[in-house]
Structures are given as structure tokens and as C-alpha cells.
């Protein structure tokens, strides 16, 4: 589904500086993806938008956002940009299982 123009000039009429933006790639094929975030990313830079991003899909979010809060279950479990976040143990271990985050079953042993 892609955005409607005429859907994106009334969510921008009043000028906001805050857009929330809840799964705006969902059902999206990697085509449609790829211009929703060059817009996303366009309206953020020109118009000086905040844009608060709930998103799955990690590509989107590792390129879009300069701050990232991961969430599991409810609970905050890191905060920081991509590299911290890509990086982050926790985060490995509760999208990937505990073997990602050690390294098993990658070709790599658990370190003691």
C-alpha cells in the first residue's frame, strides 16, 4: 500500500513537528519500502520533522533514526543509535535467541 499524495498533504497541512508513524512500511514490497523511507527521510530533513517510528522492519529503522529505543515485551531494553543498537547483546538475545547473542550456531563457541 503506498502512501496516497493526498493523505500526505493533509497529515502536513497544520505543519506538525512531531509525526508519528506506527508500521508505515507493513505489507510493503522491498520497492514501496525503499520510496516510503527516501520519504520518511525527505520530510524529516526539509521540514525539520521529529518522527517517532514504530517499525519491525530493522532495515527502515537502522536508516532512518538517529535514536533508537528497543523494546521487549513492554520493557526498554537499550537505547542508542545504530551501531550501539546493532551491537547490544540484549537486544541480539531477545530477537535472535541466546545462541545469536553468544555466538552459537553461528560457526562460533560460547565463551566461558
Known amino acids: 500500500m503506498v502512501i496516497s ?14 509525526v508519528l508513524l506506527d508500521e508505515p512500511t507493513a ?3 522491498p520497492k514501496e519500502t525503499e520510496e516510503t523511507t527516501q ?3 525527505r520530510l524529516r530533513d526539509e521540514r525539520g520533522l521529529t518522527i517517532l517510528l514504530i517499525e519491525h522492519d530493522m532495515r527502515v ?3 532512518l533514526s ?3 529505543t528497543v523494546l521487549d515485551f513492554g520493557r526498554k531494553i537499550a537505547e542508542g543509535d545504530a551501531r550501539a543498537i546493532r ?4 537486544v541480539i538475545e531477545a530477537y535472535l535467541g541466546r545462541g ?11 565463551a566461558n
Open 61 to 63: 529503522v537502522m536508516n
Open 27 to 29: 505489507g510493503m514490497n
Open 100 to 110: 545469536a547473542a553468544t555466538g552459537e550456531g553461528y560457526g562460533l563457541k560460547a
Open 39 to 41: 520519504l520518511i527521510r
Open 66 to 68: 538517529d535514536l533508537i
Open 87 to 90: 551491537s547490544n547483546v540484549q
Open 5 to 18: 499524495a493526498g493523505l500526505r498533504l493533509r497529515a502536513l497541512a497544520s505543519r506538525p513537528s512531531l
